[in-house]
């Protein structure tokens, strides 16, 4: 069981930066592959980058390439989004998710997830 909690969001005006922290409660961080989705109001969750346990493969909703970057650091049990030139359609509340069996865009392929961090980008 791994408990995760968001930070970081807020209310930023379009082309500007935003950086999300989660903070995950485990001792065996490393074996966790770590996601962000996000979810605007009346859609569904949807994927937006995800990184593999070592941090050294990571993979992107096409509409945040170029503009968005995960990282992780293990030693602080911990991921990261950074958002910059962020566009009004990036509103939603951000939710990072853990597991350890199969890396995946789904939400099914994730069984842990954190409360979210709401992100308001006014234009």
């Known amino acids: 069981q791994v408990q995760l909690v968001e930070s970081g969001g807020g209310l930023v005006q379009a082309g500007g930066s935003l950086r999300l922290s989660c903070a995950a409660s485990?001792?065996?961080?490393?074996?966790?592959?770590m996601a962000w989705f996000r979810q605007a109001p009346r859609k569904e969750r949807e994927f937006v980058a995800r990184i593999s346990r070592s941090g050294g493969i990571t993979s992107y909703e096409d509409s945040v390439k170029g503009r968005f970057t995960i990282s992780r650091d293990n030693a602080k049990n911990s991921i990261y989004l950074q958002m910059n030139n962020l566009k009004p359609e990036d509103t939603a509340v951000y939710y990072c998710a853990a597991t350890l069996t199969v890396v995946s865009r789904d939400t099914s392929g994730y069984p842990y997830w954190g409360q979210g961090t709401q992100v308001t980008v006014s234009s």
């Open positions: 485990t001792l065996a961080f490393s074996l966790y592959a």
